[in-house]
């Protein structure tokens, strides 16, 4: 049974995940850290507080799969540069520390556009987190790039909230999609026995993947 390491536990996309997670009977426990507690379940183990950093590099048990639900915008963070090293730092260090205890395979999400060329700060920075992250050399690497998110997140998000009913109508790639559809494509990847190094899942993937 998988020994799981979760970040993003609490956001639109991460707690969906711990959900699915929760239930499945191929996973013993969950390792969530996170800045604020969790709703207490039977296989979630919560080290929380501020330092999210220090918490991820304070622990000592297995871990079987590492998955990376972060996500934050430059208006949350502050400035473009406390963005790009909270997004960038935040998820290759976890990386690292999850592959340092054992993890064979890390599923990221990531982000429709992502590319290091991109003239776009967002998309930059995660083409940047991808580049870094196939570096490490994991044996199984799953990057997720979601189009617009779909779903309750709390605080709303204005650019999403006004964005969605256009993005719902585009096709392939594009289209929006619910976060529960990333969610569930994830936990399928996580246990695909037929898997073998890199794998980039494009949002109609992902959609294709949560219904099989």
Known sequence: ?????????????????????????????IVAPS?????????????????????????????????????????????????????FNMVVNSAQAAQRRGAKHCLVVSANGAN??????????????EQALIAQQWPLL????????VGQRQPPRLFEQLSTPIFKLLPGKWKAIDAQEVAKALQQQ????????ITVLESDQLARLAQE
């Open 142 to 149: 799953t990057l997720a790039r979601p189009s617009l998110l």
């Open 190 to 197: 996580a246990f695909n026995a037929g898997l073998g190094g």
């Open 35 to 87: 800045r604020r507690p969790l709703a207490p379940l039977g296989k979630l183990v919560n080290p929380h507080g501020e330092d999210l950093p220090a918490l991820i590099d304070g622990l000592d048990e297995p871990i079987d799969l590492f998955f990376c639900c972060l996500g934050t915008t430059r208006k949350q963070a502050g400035s473009a540069n406390a963005f790009h090293t909270l997004e």
């Open 1 to 29: 049974m998988a020994k799981v390491l979760l970040l993003g536990a609490s956001g639109l996309v991460g707690s969906a995940l711990l959900r699915l997670l929760q239930q499945d009977s191929r996973v013993s426990r």
């Open 116 to 129: 290091v060329a991109s003239r776009f700060q967002y998309n930059r920075t995660k083409g940047e987190i």
